[in-house]
């Protein structure tokens, strides 16, 4: 009797602990395997600033909107947002024609997980010669698309005064 008493007990603590491994699994499905690993993230954001610099001093438009996800949305100041690759191209392709070319960014924060990050960050544009022509800040949610991080909303503002109206034309008499 004591050895069937002593069996039934070690029985009911395997089993205790089979229902507590069950129970970690089922508290755990659909959850990443692995751990974030934000520093890596950050140091992919910063990888992608530099290519983005990179496209833009080489006037490629397609590269940069390639950066982008296919349904990212670009939303500049004063201006209608661009959405999709297309109209991202356009922008780019846009603003390269209108002489922008050499762009610093540089990121402030970073955070987030493994599907969304959120950068913010300044940002300046000069000419060939260093002169400043504009700087401002932005943000962009960056998403993992496919295991790469990819722009998915970009929106950006100077800092600069806006400029003055045109002038009214002439009234006719």
């Known amino acids: 009797m004591k050895q069937l008493l002593l069996s039934l007990s070690m029985l009911a603590i395997v089993c205790a602990g089979c229902d507590h491994v069950e129970k970690m699994k089922e508290a755990t499905a659909g959850q990443p395997a692995e751990t974030f690993n934000l520093a890596a993230a950050k140091e992919s954001v910063a990888a992608a600033n530099v290519a983005f610099a990179k496209a833009l001093a080489a006037g490629d438009s397609a590269g940069l909107a ?96 806006p400029p003055p109206p045109p002038p009214a034309p002439p009234k006719k008499k």
Request: charged share 25%.
């Open 66 to 161: 390639a950066m982008y996800t296919s349904d990212g949305l670009l939303m500049p100041a004063n201006m209608p947002n661009f959405s999709g690759t297309s109209a991202i191209t356009s922008f780019f392709g846009e603003g390269i024609r209108g002489g922008l070319k050499n762009i610093k960014l540089e990121s402030t924060e970073v955070y987030g997980n493994n599907e969304m990050l959120e950068e913010v960050g300044v940002y300046s544009f000069t000419d060939d010669k260093g002169a400043p022509m504009d700087k401002g800040k932005y943000i962009v949610l960056w998403k993992n698309d496919g295991g790469k991080w990819k722009l998915h909303r970009d929106i950006f503002n100077s800092d600069n005064p």
